[in-house]
């Protein structure tokens, strides 16, 4: 069939949506040449429809290759969808559902654009998808996944360290180490290899072959902000302000924190700055007592400084030791260090094997021989400690471990152990003192002397004595002008020292005193105290060997008299005890029965004689307190009276009575006469 058109004919005009609206029907329609025109204009014109084309919006350069071809079919089929839904019916939501799925390919190429940057974006668009589905039929379970995401944590990306630390060395490089190129100290002198010269060639700097060490002599630089190898402090990346959160402590006790801060501050101990530029801000801490206590922590900081954690008391013991005297620290403290560092494993079981027990494990850490070659004189230094120490190793390599167990007892008793702790205590003074100076073995005896000088100049002259005992205990006696340099720096201490200050002394009369204000008091801790006071001024007490009497300690003899054995006293080294006799009177006696009635005195044979009213034993710092408490109570507080006042007071008293001085030296356990009249009051003559 033809379709002719008549442009004379006068046909009438047909409406746009007559047309598009039409039902296909087998008729004619005539158009005049004006409208078939508008209608191929109108069809080629821009669509009218909603939605945008993407083919008229720039494209997306993506990174992902899969994502980009998606986009591109994505565009194809928009493009063909647009015009069919420009023109599509209205009737049976045609129209609308090519709408519909235009915009669905439109969100679904933005998806695309930002997945590209975020993968993350899929998972977080199918579970709000999840929500909206059930948003009507079970809106608990949507809101649940809308708040699952946001619970998610965040992983953290843990970046690789671009440098890494090497292992601390003392020394910068390794021609400076006191032995070859990190072979052991010990090691045999290896074959020395004669250059060979040749005409216009110039002789190698160093003969030492090729081994396994080598000859690194370049150093690697560090930064000392980080303590990373590979570049310097300004251009470290690291270098800015840091700053990190108080620790758990920190934050539990966060009210005390406060508190501790504000207190710092208002006192001036620190201060608030207005710029944190260029700061590391350090984490605070909480330390757990008896009180608490507000800690700075600087772990973090100086993170260049590889060192070990030691006490600040033995780390003022350490000093510097030159290089060429680094294999006699190791000698002399059988100890390795981190020079040893490269030895053999095998090395260290030999050592062991042949050192044995008895003296310090190579793998321990020590002050000997520290991870600076820090090291004074050693320990135990004089001519006695070396023979003992060369016996215990004869008998150690002949097997005789019972013999080696001897002489290690014998070095354990040669002095008491507190009168070891004192000499130790002095030995840590004098290596302090020790680290002003550059140390040389052979001047040993000079350093001793300046230490003794140092004393005098601090006028500390009663340690003079007691500090020349303790040198001449570990490092041997002096030779004989040394010795003679000594004894004059004493007899300067001795001219230069303050007289001796006679302290108060306690009187028989006072001491009858405070019993009568104990038994009229009749108070439980009254009767302890007053009880107390007693027994130290009638068997000349110290007051560490008062608080230790046990009631097996004291025993009722004939005609009234009674002993009380001391088993531990000041100046008793052998450890033996000593007895001391003495009489009751009435009063006392009255007293000592009023003690023995009370509910705490009814204790077993092993128990302490003088304890609290919660079973505890004395300490010397309670009985202290507890005997200027029953001074105040009986009126004799203006006396100044102290806890050494009746052990001096009866001395005075037994003076005074005529008793000849060397029996009260005896009871009352003084060695020397010079101790002993510092306790006496002065006595006049006997007729």
Request: proline letters at 6%.
């Amino acid at each position: 069939m033809e379709e002719s058109f008549d442009t004379n004919a006068h046909a009438t005009a047909v409406p746009l949506e007559a047309i598009a609206n039409c039902e296909a029907v087998p008729t004619f329609v005539q158009v005049s040449w004006e409208d078939l025109n508008r209608l191929m204009a109108q069809g080629s014109a821009p669509s009218t429809s909603t939605v945008s084309v993407p083919a008229t919006q720039p494209r997306h350069t993506f990174t992902k290759t899969g994502l980009a071809r998606q986009y591109e079919h994505n565009c194809e089929v928009f493009d063909l969808l647009s015009p069919v839904a420009a023109f599509a019916p209205e009737e049976q939501d045609v129209k609308k559902t090519l709408d519909r799925a235009l915009e669905l390919i439109r969100q679904r190429n933005e998806l695309l654009v930002v997945a590209d940057s975020d993968p993350a974006v899929f998972a977080f668009v199918d579970q709000r998808k999840k929500a909206e589905e059930l948003e009507t039929s079970n809106p608990v379970l949507a809101a649940y996944f809308k708040e699952k995401k946001k619970e998610e944590p965040k992983k953290v990306s843990i970046r690789s360290q671009t440098w890494k630390l090497r292992r601390p060395s003392p020394y910068p490089s390794a021609f400076q180490r006191p032995f070859r190129y990190e072979r052991p100290a010990w090691a045999p002198e290896p074959l020395f290899h004669p250059p060979m010269f040749q005409y216009g060639f110039q002789p190698r700097p160093d003969a030492q072959p090729h081994g396994v060490f080598p000859n690194v002599t370049q150093r690697r630089q560090m930064c000392y902000s980080c303590g990373k190898f590979g570049h310097f402090f300004r251009d470290c990346k690291f270098n800015k302000s840091q700053s990190q959160y108080n620790r758990k402590s920190a934050l539990f006790h966060s009210d005390f924190v406060t508190t501790e801060v504000a207190n710092l501050t208002s006192s001036g101990a620190v201060k608030r700055v207005s710029s944190n530029e260029g700061i590391r801000i350090n984490p605070l801490s909480v330390a757990k007592g008896k009180k608490l206590r507000l800690i700075l922590d600087l772990s973090d900081l100086n993170k260049c400084l590889n060192s070990f954690r030691i006490k600040y008391e033995d780390m003022s013991t350490v000093v510097w030791v030159p290089r060429e005297h680094n294999v006699d620290a190791d000698l002399a403290s059988r100890l390795l260090d981190l020079d040893d560092w490269s030895v053999s494993w095998e090395i260290f079981k030999e050592l062991d094997s042949l050192w044995g027990g008895s003296v310090k494990i190579p793998r321990q850490w020590t002050l000997s021989a520290g991870n600076r070659n820090g090291c004074g004189p050693p320990d135990y230094a004089g001519p006695r400690w070396k023979s003992l120490d060369s016996t215990a190793d004869l008998a150690h390599l002949n097997r005789r471990q019972d013999l080696q167990s001897a002489l290690q007892r014998a070095a354990q008793a040669a002095v008491a152990p507190s009168t070891l702790l004192r000499y130790s205590s002095i030995k840590g003074r004098f290596l302090s003192f020790l680290a002003q100076f550059q140390f040389q073995p052979e001047h040993l005896s000079k350093y001793r002397n300046l230490f003794l000088a140092h004393l005098v100049c601090a006028k500390q002259f009663k340690c003079i004595p007691v500090a020349a005992a303790a040198l001449s205990f570990f490092y041997g006696s002096l030779e004989k002008g040394d010795q003679e340099v000594q004894q004059l720096i004493s007899n300067l201490a001795n001219k230069e020292a303050a007289p001796v200050i006679h302290r108060n002394k306690a009187s028989a009369k006072d001491v009858s005193l405070i019993i009568q204000w104990a038994l009229s008091e009749g108070s439980h801790k009254a009767i302890v105290i007053a009880t107390f006071i007693m027994l130290a001024f009638l068997a000349f007490l110290r007051i560490s060997e008062a608080v230790s009497i046990r009631w097996e300690h004291i025993s009722l003899q004939k005609d009234d008299t009674w002993w009380l054995h001391i088993p531990k006293s000041k100046t008793d080294q052998a450890g033996v005890g000593s007895t001391v006799a003495f009489r009751m009177e009435e009063e006392h006696t009255r007293l000592w029965n009023t003690f023995t009635s009370l509910p705490s005195s009814s204790a077993a044979s092993s128990a302490f004689v003088f304890t609290t009213q919660s079973g505890k034993p004395f300490s010397t710092s309670f009985a202290s307190k507890s005997i200027t408490w029953a001074l105040e109570k009986a009126g004799l507080a203006h006396l100044h009276l102290t806890s050494h006042s009746f052990r001096g007071g009866a001395a005075t008293e037994a003076i005074r009575k005529g008793v000849h001085q060397e029996d009260v030296k005896r009871v009352g356990r003084w060695r020397t006469t010079s101790a002993f009249l510092s306790y006496v009051d002065p006595t006049p003559l006997q007729k």
